[in-house]
């Protein structure tokens, strides 16, 4: 099975048996994003973020919309699932907002993230804010320990997502990314020969295996 969704309203899910649709959510709005939790084992929910300002949880096993959650002001341009704890979900929109959310509250959201980490009036325009523009995509560490973030604004940003407190900020060079994935280090530690110390290589994941012919011969 595999889900994708389009600006045609939909979301799809498909069985790779029949490599047909198993089933079809529609929506009122044009689909930005979706995402299915890596580690769920309790609930088969998967997050929609649409041109409205609602996310909505569309439920595998009912085949229906069970939940909505609210918060944001416009469009929600990324959804992503933190690795760590099957219900914690985070969202970001053209609102300049990030939000994270424990999909089983009533409440829903537990925290907003601040670039200024609460240092400035809340009186403040940007106060409350992740980014000076919209939040275009997100991301969570392999761990789920950080989300990072990047926006029309030319920055990323690192957060502790734990407490909400921005860690880093760099510069992203593009106004249009909306895509981030964490890599392998580029070096791993390898054991030494007496097993006392270490050295490192490249991963292999950034090796080049391709060989010409003449190297071959």
Same mark, same amino acid.
């Given at each position: 099975?595999?889900?994708?969704?389009?600006?045609?309203?939909?979301?799809?899910?498909?069985?790779?048996?029949?490599?047909?649709?198993?089933?079809?959510?529609?929506?009122?709005?044009?689909?930005?994003?979706?995402?299915?939790?890596?580690?769920?084992?309790?609930?088969?929910?998967?997050?929609?973020?649409?041109?409205?300002?609602?996310?909505?949880?569309?439920?595998?096993?009912?085949?229906?919309?069970?939940?909505?959650?609210?918060?944001?002001?416009?469009?929600?341009?990324?959804?992503?699932?933190?690795?760590?704890?099957?219900?914690? *979900?985070? &969202?970001?929109?053209? =609102?300049? +907002?990030?939000? !994270? $959310?424990?999909?089983?509250?009533?409440?829903?959201? %537990?925290?907003?993230?601040?670039?200024?980490?609460?240092?400035?009036?809340?009186?403040?325009?940007?106060?409350?804010?992740?980014?000076?523009?919209?939040?275009?995509?997100?991301?969570?560490?392999?761990?789920?320990?950080? *989300?990072? &973030?990047?926006?029309? =604004?030319? +920055?990323?940003? !690192? $957060?502790?997502?734990?407490?909400?407190?921005?860690? %880093?900020?760099?510069?992203?060079?593009?106004?249009?990314?909306?895509?981030?994935?964490?890599?392998?280090?580029?070096?791993?530690?390898?054991?030494?020969?007496?097993?006392?110390?270490?050295?490192?290589?490249?991963?292999?994941?950034?090796?080049?295996?391709?060989?010409?012919?003449?190297?071959?011969?």
């Amino acid at each position: 099975m595999f889900t994708s969704s389009s600006f045609d309203k939909t979301l799809k899910v498909w069985d790779t048996n029949t490599l047909q649709a198993a089933d079809v959510f529609n929506f009122e709005e044009t689909v930005y994003s979706h995402h299915m939790s890596p580690v769920a084992t309790k609930h088969c929910l998967v997050a929609v973020g649409t041109r409205g300002p609602k996310v909505q949880l569309c439920d595998l096993k009912s085949g229906s919309c069970s939940h909505i959650l609210q918060g944001h002001r416009q469009e929600i341009l990324a959804v992503s699932w933190s690795p760590r704890s099957e219900y914690v *979900l985070a &969202t970001a929109s053209a =609102d300049s +907002r990030v939000k !994270l $959310w424990d999909v089983r509250r009533a409440s829903g959201c %537990l925290i907003t993230l601040d670039q200024h980490n609460g240092t400035k009036s809340q009186a403040v325009e940007s106060a409350n804010t992740a980014h000076n523009g919209k939040v275009n995509g997100l991301c969570f560490t392999s761990d789920g320990l950080h *989300l990072l &973030t990047i926006g029309t =604004d030319n +920055r990323m940003r !690192l $957060w502790n997502s734990s407490s909400g407190e921005n860690t %880093l900020e760099l510069y992203s060079g593009s106004r249009d990314c909306n895509i981030l994935a964490w890599v392998p280090a580029l070096y791993e530690p390898v054991p030494d020969d007496d097993e006392t110390t270490t050295k490192s290589q490249l991963n292999a994941a950034f090796q080049d295996a391709w060989s010409s012919s003449d190297e071959e011969g």
